[in-house]
């Protein structure tokens, strides 16, 4: 079964860091595409950031480009988000997700994490 | 970036109504169109991919279609275990973009 477990959320103050974390089991994590989508409380999903099988090619949404990098370690299937000079608009669950794909490009999230909340306030 | 609006946001529907959701995107994105359900508290759950493809385990009852910039999510006979929230999202271009989402009630 494909499993995916975030962790690392919590309170944390503007301007402050914080890195997440999502472990994989149940597939060959090397060979996927990853991303993380976040939900602002009581709002809609937002795509945040991809990263290629091997970590070649990253890809942000404009609010978090320059304070968060994607990342991931195949050799302990896991996947990574580290964010820098948060603020209060980056509150949200925050889930990672496998990236499906067909051959001729369409591609969707399958399956996603229980998510892991991170609060920006002071 | 390509806005997705989806219509209505929200809706009330009793069991076993016929229910569609429509989902108009921006520009033009061929049928690279996904559906999610997410229940209160819970991750988003992937229901149709590529427009109209049926996620494995996604009951019958769910169908999508639509190519280019309109489509449609059907729910054709209405379960207590859907009212949700629906999400549509497109993977045409980056930024990967969802709509607002459609809230299904119990009327």
């Known amino acids: 079964e494909v499993q995916l477990v975030e962790s690392g959320g919590g309170l944390v103050q503007p301007g402050g860091s914080l890195r997440l974390s999502c472990a994989a089991s149940?597939?060959?994590?090397?060979?996927?595409?990853m991303s993380w989508v976040r939900q602002a409380p009581g709002k809609g999903l937002e795509w945040v950031a991809n990263?290629?099988?091997?970590?070649?090619?990253?890809k942000y949404v404009d609010s978090v480009k320059g304070r968060f990098t994607i990342s991931r370690d195949n050799a302990k299937n896991s996947l990574f988000l580290q964010m820098n000079s948060l603020r209060a608009d980056d509150t949200a669950v925050y889930y990672c997700?496998?990236?499906?794909?067909?051959?001729?490009?369409?591609?969707?999230?399958?399956?996603w994490g229980q998510g892991t909340l991170v609060t920006v306030s002071s | 970036d390509i806005q997705m609006t989806q219509s209505p946001s929200s809706l009330s529907a009793s069991v076993g109504d016929r229910v569609t959701i429509t989902c108009r995107a921006g520009h033009y994105i061929s049928n690279y169109l996904n559906w999610y359900q997410q229940q209160p508290g819970r991750a988003p759950k992937l229901l149709i991919y590529?427009?109209?493809s049926l996620q494995s385990g996604v009951p019958s009852r769910f169908s999508g279609s639509g190519s280019g910039t309109d489509f449609t999510l059907t729910i054709s006979g209405l379960q207590p275990e859907d009212f949700a929230t629906y999400y549509c999202q497109q993977s045409y271009i980056p930024p990967l973009t969802f709509g607002g989402g459609t809230k299904v009630e119990i009327k």
């Open positions: 997700a496998k990236v499906d794909h067909l051959w001729t490009g369409q591609n969707w999230f399958n399956p």
């Open positions: 990263i290629k099988q091997d970590g070649s090619e990253k």
């Open positions: 149940g597939f060959t994590f090397s060979t996927y595409w």
């Open positions: 590529a427009a109209s």
